[in-house]
């Protein structure tokens, strides 16, 4: 996507605002090098970025805050390296750097959305206020980011830009045209915003209702609890197979997803241990044909992540039969 040079309000040259796609492009390769810092952090701390759980992605909120921040600001000339590759600049409305608190802030308001999606609350994700929150920083503000980005003609600035005053040009370039924010996008911002707060309360009133999921919330709670688990989420459903076109064989599950703070030193007793609270607090657990433990081990920062699996599914006569389960965490 490219944009015609537009009038500046300053000298009366030309300003030709950046392309999505070269804003996009210039994006991945920032994102590379946040990786890259992010996997060499892994390498030398994996168990501290373990032991940070959902604070993790603070950390890589920080990083990518201050790395953005600071270059797109007077300090790095506008300028990170993607957007030097790909000739763009951040500049304010008289064709300038912003301030490092401009664009400090800017780059605040961008990587909100992102650090949020996929943090791991447990059971405080059906929290009322924190489901609103959450949804509204997310899907309000990370939609409304990505539509002006796309359809805010001819500036494209997203409302990060709008925020902090700035423009994303292709550099050099004199002092870009300030320009209102028309009424079409106002209105589909204020819609999405208004979905993101009532799609959350109506998914949680709904779930309120069906009583049927309030063992398996109330599990989860328990297994959130213990002091070696950062989060855990419960789930039971069915299973459909057939042999050779033969009738189908249905299978029923109960299942726990835990992802630990430290990796115990006897995974298979950490895992009976969880499959010992299913089994008690979960009606009917019993029946089941399959229940199923999965630990989890590892680090999300949101600029890189590794993780340690280990799955363990038995029939409940089975997970019986096991030794009463002592976990010891190292």
């Given at each position: 996507?490219?944009?015609?040079?537009?009038?500046?309000?300053?000298?009366?040259?030309?300003?030709?605002?950046?392309?999505?796609?070269?804003?996009?492009?210039?994006?991945?390769?920032?994102?590379?090098?946040?990786?890259?810092?992010?996997?060499?952090?892994?390498?030398?701390?994996?168990?501290?970025?373990?032991?940070l759980g959902p604070w993790g992605r603070l950390l890589g909120f920080v990083i990518a805050v201050a790395y953005f921040g600071?270059?797109?600001?007077?300090?790095?000339?506008?300028?990170?390296?993607?957007?030097?590759?790909?000739?763009?600049?951040?500049?304010?409305?008289?064709?300038?750097?912003?301030?490092?608190?401009?664009?400090?802030?800017?780059?605040?308001?961008?990587?909100?959305?992102?650090?949020?999606?996929?943090?791991?609350?447990?059971?405080?994700?059906?929290?009322?206020?924190?489901?609103?929150?959450?949804?509204?920083l997310v899907f309000g503000l990370g939609f409304s980011i990505l539509y002006l980005l796309?359809?805010?003609?001819?500036?494209?600035?997203?409302?990060?830009?709008?925020?902090?005053?700035?423009?994303?040009?292709?550099?050099?370039?004199?002092?870009?045209?300030?320009?209102?924010?028309?009424?079409?996008?106002?209105?589909?911002?204020?819609?999405?915003?208004?979905?993101?707060?009532?799609?959350?309360?109506?998914?949680?009133?709904?779930?309120?209702?069906?009583?049927?999921?309030?063992?398996?919330?109330?599990?989860?709670?328990?297994?959130?609890?213990?002091?070696?688990?950062?989060?855990?989420?419960?789930?039971?459903?069915?299973?459909?197979?057939?042999?050779?076109?033969?009738?189908?064989?249905?299978?029923?599950?109960?299942?726990?997803?835990?992802?630990?703070?430290?990796?115990?030193?006897?995974?298979?007793?950490?895992?009976?241990?969880?499959?010992?609270?299913?089994?008690?607090?979960?009606?009917?657990?019993?029946?089941?044909?399959?229940?199923?433990?999965?630990?989890?081990?590892?680090?999300?920062?949101?600029?890189?992540?590794?993780?340690?699996?280990?799955?363990?599914?038995?029939?409940?006569?089975?997970?019986?039969?096991?030794?009463?389960?002592?976990?010891?965490?190292?």
């Amino acid at each position: 996507m490219s944009d015609a040079p537009q009038s500046g309000s300053g000298s009366g040259a030309p300003v030709a605002y950046s392309g999505a796609w070269r804003r996009l492009g210039a994006f991945c390769i920032d994102g590379l090098v946040l990786g890259i810092i992010g996997i060499a952090l892994g390498a030398v701390a994996f168990a501290r970025l373990a032991a940070l759980g959902p604070w993790g992605r603070l950390l890589g909120f920080v990083i990518a805050v201050a790395y953005f921040g600071v270059l797109e600001s007077r300090v790095g000339g506008g300028r990170t390296l993607g957007k030097r590759l790909l000739g763009i600049r951040v500049v304010d409305h008289s064709g300038h750097a912003l301030s490092l608190a401009q664009a400090l802030f800017r780059s605040t308001i961008f990587f909100v959305p992102y650090f949020l999606n996929g943090l791991m609350l447990g059971a405080d994700s059906m929290i009322p206020w924190v489901a609103m929150v959450l949804s509204i920083l997310v899907f309000g503000l990370g939609f409304s980011i990505l539509y002006l980005l796309l359809f805010n003609l001819p500036t494209r600035q997203s409302v990060h830009d709008l925020a902090t005053g700035a423009f994303v040009v292709k550099a050099p370039a004199s002092a870009p045209l300030p320009t209102p924010l028309r009424r079409v996008h106002k209105i589909v911002i204020a819609v999405a915003v208004a979905l993101s707060l009532v799609l959350p309360l109506g998914g949680l009133w709904i779930a309120s209702r069906l009583t049927f999921l309030a063992p398996i919330l109330r599990v989860g709670r328990t297994l959130d609890a213990q002091s070696h688990v950062v989060s855990a989420s419960v789930n039971e459903g069915t299973r459909w197979s057939s042999f050779n076109g033969s009738v189908m064989h249905k299978t029923t599950m109960l299942s726990a997803s835990v992802v630990m703070r430290r990796w115990p030193a006897d995974p298979k007793s950490a895992a009976a241990s969880f499959a010992s609270i299913l089994l008690r607090d979960v009606p009917g657990a019993s029946t089941r044909d399959v229940v199923s433990v999965q630990l989890a081990y590892g680090y999300d920062i949101g600029i890189a992540r590794a993780w340690r699996y280990m799955n363990y599914s038995y029939t409940p006569a089975a997970w019986m039969r096991l030794e009463s389960p002592r976990t010891t965490i190292h």
